[in-house]
């Protein structure tokens, strides 16, 4: 469970240090399409800031999907140790009567094999 919340926690940062770049990007061309007494121009940096955004945008995407699979991984992890804790609390107090109270009762009854 550590190593899948540490995958949670570097996936998330990895998001965390795309975002800039995208804005970045974002506004690279925003402000490329606002110049002043300058015709548009689509030249290849303008269409590399395009594809760098859209990579960037997509690779954002990816990593989103890489966190909600481990998100849930981590849910399931945790619901699975809980039902074992309850599973191995069940298996204690059932150990705790047949020590208390079943031995007891063994050790009082004759013996069946031998005929005592």
Partial sequence: ????????T??????????PALQLSQYRTAQRGER????LVRDPVHYR???????????IRQLQDAYAKAV????ALSAR???LKEDMETKDITLQI???ECM???????DLWTGQ
């Fill in 10 to 19: 570097s996936i998330q940062q990895a998001i965390q240090a795309k975002i």
């Fill in 36 to 39: 002043p007494n300058i015709e």
């Fill in 98 to 100: 047949d020590r208390g």
């Fill in 1 to 8: 469970m550590i190593a899948v919340g540490d995958d949670i």
């Fill in 104 to 110: 007891d009762m063994r050790e009082q009854m004759p």
């Fill in 49 to 59: 800031l395009i594809s760098e955004a859209a990579e960037l945008d997509d690779s």
């Fill in 72 to 75: 849930k991984h981590y849910e």
């Fill in 81 to 83: 140790g809980v039902a």
